[in-house]
């Protein structure tokens, strides 16, 4: 059973889309620059390449099976599709951000009447119907953060990942709407007359990002030392463990955090940890 999934043509979700595509064993065959199709090392699974913005529409009306695309695009369309998988990576804020010098800290400091410079009008409009605050919504299509500086806006709601673009534009977030990061999105009907392979499609690409965070460590330790490492490295499913043949050592496995590394080998090195190996991991299958 064939399945079609969007995927953002360029932009800052399109190249990790790819790359994780290609860690998952699906991969892309066969891609012109400018080519709207392409398919993949699956027979099964066909990739479309279009506008990241037109994603949850194109998925919702059953053009496309599934869609790549941010949660703040989804929330701003409103159509009516599943949200599968966080892929984890297009972090960022939707926020509130007034300048500096003004007089506004906080939402509460908004008046009636205040303009809003934006590119997501519906996400807006929703937040301040709901703050009970009656705003003009300015639609922009880019450079929404300059908008107060040059007097077409009081107020701003957009992206921010690091904060330092708002800085430089001497603005201050006031408020945070929600969190959005980079989505795997389903057809309601596609998801259920595709169940299966858009499943198995869901568990490649999540066996990647499972595997992202964390590091194999293979080390040999004395057997007297197997309860303190034991302790030291409990591991997703606790170590495996096993005889060094013709020594008294016994060699262990075990799957940890990546940002953890560094401190666990310290550890098992003063336990009597030696031999240690740290190896990257490409997928983990639940």
Do not use: W
């Not at 595509?21 to 065959?29: A, C, K, M, N, T």
Request: aromatic letters at 4%.
């Amino acid at each position: 059973m064939n399945v079609k999934l969007a995927i953002p043509n360029k932009g800052r979700l399109c190249d990790p889309a790819l790359e994780l595509l290609e860690d998952s064993g699906i991969g892309v065959v066969d891609r012109g620059v400018r080519q709207l199709f392409a398919n993949t090392k699956d027979p099964e699974l066909e990739l479309v390449f279009v506008r990241t913005q037109d994603i949850p529409n194109i998925v919702a009306e059953g053009a496309a099976d599934l869609g790549i695309t941010g949660y703040d695009l989804v929330r701003e369309s409103g159509s009516n599709v599943e949200d599968l998988l966080d892929l984890e990576y297009g972090k960022a804020r939707m926020v509130v951000a007034a300048q500096e010098s003004s007089l506004i800290n906080s939402v509460k400091d908004v008046q009636d009447g205040s303009r809003v410079a934006t590119e997501f009008s519906n996400i807006t409009r929703q937040y301040f119907e709901d703050k009970g605050v009656n705003v003009e919504i300015t639609k922009v299509s880019g450079a929404t953060e300059a908008t107060p500086s040059i007097g077409v806006a009081d107020l701003i709601v957009d992206l921010t990942s690091t904060g330092t673009t708002l800085r430089t534009h001497d603005l201050q977030v006031i408020d945070t709407l929600f969190e959005t990061s980079a989505r795997l999105i389903a057809n309601p009907q596609s998801l259920e007359e595709k169940r299966e392979k858009i499943a198995e499609i869901k568990t490649a690409l999540e066996s990647v990002i499972r595997a992202k965070p964390r590091k194999l460590i293979l080390l040999n330790v004395p057997k007297d030392k197997i309860s303190a490492i034991k302790e030291i490295m409990p591991g997703m499913a606790g170590p495996t463990v096993s005889k060094v043949e013709g020594t008294d050592l016994l060699a262990i496995q075990v799957v940890v955090k990546a940002d953890e590394v560094y401190e666990l080998v310290k550890k098992a090195k003063d336990e009597g940890a030696r031999d240690i190996l740290i190896v990257p991991i490409e997928r983990i299958l639940p």
